[in-house]
């Protein structure tokens, strides 16, 4: 194998796959959670379809969700591996593991969270990113755009699918409090004189992002929004 092969086939190389994709993806969040936070304009929809169209028709975001795709999916197999290799390098479990001394138990339940998180992702895909895609919108709105906000609308009178979502979201905030800093830390983008800006920011971050998505089904299911 290359030098360069050598170099993301390591430990350290698959850390720095997992930061660099990490990062991407939580810039991804902050797009799309922008976007979708549209629908608090009481307009019937107006404004995020504008929104839903952009993201639709703009070749620039057309080439993100590629690349958003890859590196999704390299984010993935990554996390897979790491998980794998250390559960190999200890195949016996210390007889005493005091695990709350050293970390977060969020910080020790990423593969959880993370599982959690891809079962909702396939359920998020299928019920809009799919219809905006490929199968089509039947209804349009008063601007003739394709109505996503509809679909929306219909998707979320289910309780379960809203509670499935509010769950997603509370493994996405613990999952992006452990990986937000971890990623600085992984590239060597920390310092002992910003850590605590990271950090600080990082909280905030995964907080506000969460609430902000959870809000959207909540704010639709119970008629919070017109």
Known sequence: MSGFGNAFSSSIGKKFIMGITGLFLILFLIVHCGINALIFISDGGLTFNVGAHFMATNW???A?????????????????????????????????????ANSKWYSRSMGLLGTLLLIFLVVHLKDFWVVSRFTGIPTVDANGHEDLYAVMKEKFQDPVRVAVYILAMFSLCYHLLHGFASAFQTLGWNHSKYNGIIKGAGVWYSIIISILFAAMPIAVYFGLIQ
């Open 60 to 62: 620039i975001i057309r």
């Open 64 to 100: 993100g969700e590629i690349a958003l795709f890859i590196g999704l999916l390299a984010h993935i197999f990554q996390a897979l591996r790491l998980t794998l290799q250390n559960q190999k390098a200890r195949p016996v479990k210390y007889a005493v593991n005091d695990g709350k």
